[in-house]
């Protein structure tokens, strides 16, 4: 079941949040943030959990909007978290979709998603939902002192903005 992510979700967010940092193919955070700062960082309409129909939460979906400038404010980066063990059930699929359509309702043209290459069940689930590859950024950013490529991949809405 998809719903809303309310702050009382939090604690299981940041748990699942905690997981993908921990394998280091998710992102170049190193420690998730406390609620305040996670909170002002996402937009307000577009974050989402899903849970196995009960109180447990088996990942999330949020967007980051790309710029403060109003021109664009219909941009927004995907950030998309699973479990670690509800990995491979088809959570993320139902999330991403599930956002695209929230991003839609509050006038969102354009998404983002910047994926390690890591990361090929991140790169094909957004693909599935429409996201096409823009390019490969070499070196972009270390983690643990590591220079890392990141591959960026963007989706037009088919309803907004045309």
């Excluded at 590859?133 to 950013?141: M, N, P, S, T």
Aim: hydrophobic share 45%; proline share 4%; charged share 25%.
């Amino acid at each position: 079941m998809i719903l809303d992510l309310r702050p009382e979700h939090w604690p299981q967010v940041r748990r699942i949040y905690e997981e993908g940092i921990a394998t280091g193919a998710a992102t170049f955070t190193v420690e998730a943030p406390p609620w305040e700062a996670w909170d002002r960082a996402h937009l307000p309409d577009c974050r989402l959990v899903a849970t196995d129909n009960g109180d447990a939460i088996l990942g999330w979906a949020a967007l980051i909007p790309v710029s403060a400038r109003d021109c664009y404010r219909g941009v927004a980066e995907v950030s998309i978290y699973i479990a670690e063990a509800a990995r491979g059930r088809g959570i993320g699929s139902q999330l991403l979709d599930a956002l695209v359509t929230a991003s839609e309702t509050s006038q969102i043209w354009m998404l983002q998603a910047v994926i390690f290459p890591e990361n090929v069940a991140s790169l094909r689930i957004h693909e599935k939902h429409g996201f096409r590859f823009v390019g490969r950024r070499e070196r972009i950013a270390q983690r643990d002192g590591v220079w890392r490529d990141t591959v960026l991949l963007e989706r037009r809405s088919r309803a907004i903005g045309v």
